[in-house]
T-cell receptor, first 117, second 113 residues
Framework: EAGVAQSPRYKIIEKRQSVAFWCNPISGHATLYWYQQILGQGPKLLIQFQNNGVVDDSQLPKDRFSAERLKGVDSTLKIQPAKLEDSAVYLC???????????????FGPGTRLTVL | AQSVTQLGSHVSVSEGALVLLRCNYSSSVPPYLFWYVQYPNQGLQLLLK??????LVKGINGFEAEFKKSETSFHLTKPSAHMSDAAEYFC???????????FGKGTRLHILP
């Protein structure tokens, strides 16, 4: 079974530029997450999708970050314009959604390392 | 609010020695607890999880953790360290019935030859 795919793996941009990240979840996984992992910290949830609807985007800086999940499969995360403090690894994760389970394991992609100069 | 605190951002152990990574949690409701491992340039991989069944949880690669409610702890151990265990380890917590996970800051484990 293929894992969560992310691209690009690395991206270097200058501040005030725009950037987009792509995530393809595991086939059949209804729930998709984007996390931001700043160096020296644990991952922080930015947004959670259930199919193509947003479940939680309370930690997403909406003035510059946006995300979409058209057709409930792939997802893109965009930053426009980027700031120096956006330098981080952006992780995508997906999970099955089963109402009969108390916990649905998240599977993580390899991440995209963003450097903002 | 839920949170986890990992004691020590860096831990070094000799190959063959006991590995002990410490995690304390704060939660207003019975939590689910997790340990994840992250190898360089890779995503996170679930090592083990506690979901209110047995308090001693065994995971992959010989790791285990014990849930101690009285100490609000969920420390990760492995009897004998291997060079391949060098990685960053994250403790995490979630509410029962909630798939959202709160991660600690991580502990980088170094294995000395």
């Amino acid at each position: 079974e293929a894992g969560v795919a992310q691209s690009p793996r690395y991206k270097i941009i200058e501040k005030r530029q725009s950037v987009a990240f792509w995530c393809n979840p595991i086939s059949g996984h209804a729930t998709l997450y984007w996390y931001q992992q700043i160096l020296g910290q644990g991952p922080k949830l930015l947004i959670q999708f259930q199919n193509n609807g947003v479940v939680d985007d309370s930690q997403l800086p909406k003035d510059r970050f946006s995300a979409e999940r058209l057709k409930g499969v792939d997802s893109t995360l965009k930053i426009q314009p980027a700031k120096l403090e956006d330098s981080a690894v952006y992780l995508c994760a997906s999970s099955l959604f089963r109402r009969d389970r108390f916990y649905n394991e998240q599977f993580f992609g390899p991440g995209t390392r963003l450097t903002v100069l | 609010a839920q949170s986890v605190t990992q004691l020590g951002s860096h831990v070094s152990v000799s190959e063959g020695a006991l590995v002990l990574l410490r995690c304390n949690y704060s939660s207003s409701v019975p939590p689910y607890l997790f340990w994840y491992v992250q190898y360089p340039n890779q995503g996170l991989q679930l090592l083990l999880k506690y979901t209110s069944a047995a308090t001693l949880v065994k995971g992959i690669n010989g790791f285990e953790a014990e849930f101690k409610k009285s100490e609000t702890s969920f420390h990760l151990t492995k009897p004998s360290a291997h060079m391949s265990d060098a990685a960053e380890y994250f403790c995490a917590v979630s509410d029962q019935g909630d798939d959202k996970i709160i991660f600690g800051k991580g502990t980088r484990l170094h294995i000395l030859p």
